[in-house]
């Protein structure tokens, strides 16, 4: 399985902040995640909409306890914030 240069990029500014082994993966697993549910679009080309709705889905779908949801943002507002340097605002989202 070939890896995703973009991914790899992300896990080394993880590795450069030094994230904890445990925090890579959790983060890696959540943007993936993210990537995947809106159908392996680049995260550059999407926005807050797309966040908001997959926070939403892991809530009302999912129903994901809140600590989870918590994580899964944090880790996209990484990847957004410290990967392709855009910060997310406004969102409205359902909390779980």
């Known amino acids: 399985m070939s890896k995703s240069p973009f991914i790899e990029s992300i896990r080394l500014i993880?590795?450069?902040?030094?994230?904890?082994l445990k925090t890579e993966k959790a983060y890696l697993h959540w943007i993936r995640r993210f990537i995947?549910?809106?159908?392996?679009?680049?995260?550059?080309d999407m926005g807050e909409l797309e966040v908001e709705q997959l926070l939403t889905h892991l809530a009302i779908t999912l129903k994901v306890s809140p600590t989870t949801q918590n994580q899964a943002l944090c880790a996209i507002i990484f990847m957004y914030r410290h990967v392709l340097e855009?910060?997310?605002?406004n969102m409205a989202f359902t909390f779980a």
């Open 36 to 44: 995947y549910f809106n159908g392996k679009r680049h995260p550059k």
């Open 86 to 89: 855009m910060d997310l605002t």
């Open 14 to 20: 993880l590795r450069t902040k030094r994230y904890s």
